[in-house]
């Protein structure tokens, strides 16, 4: 399993155990974790999953595709480590990966 820790906008940190294959938007709507709607279940189709990826993740987690990158247009309060949580697939090197949640999604 794979520890992903979620931080919310007053700064409470939720971490859940991911299964290695899935998503994190997947992992979080799981666990009740406050603050991703996923409104389209993961279909990239809404931007409602949107995180902030811990800069210290950002490089192994990489860079959002084209259609991801079109979807968070429709985010609120985009940053440079904007992602949606859906097109980020959880692996082994993501243990203990860490992201935060903005103030509101959409």
Known sequence: M???TFIDVQGEARTVEAEPGSTVMENA???????IEAECGGSC??????VY????WREKVG???PME???????FDVRPTSRLSCQIR??????????????RQG
């Open 2 to 4: 794979v520890s992903i």
């Open 29 to 35: 709507v799981r666990n009740g974790v406050p603050g």
């Open 45 to 50: 189709a809404c931007a409602t999953c949107h």
């Open 53 to 56: 990826v811990d800069e210290a």
């Open 63 to 65: 860079d959002p595709e």
């Open 69 to 75: 990158e079109d979807m968070l247009d429709f985010a």
């Open 90 to 103: 959880v692996r082994e090197d993501l243990d203990g990966l860490v992201v935060r949640t903005p103030e």
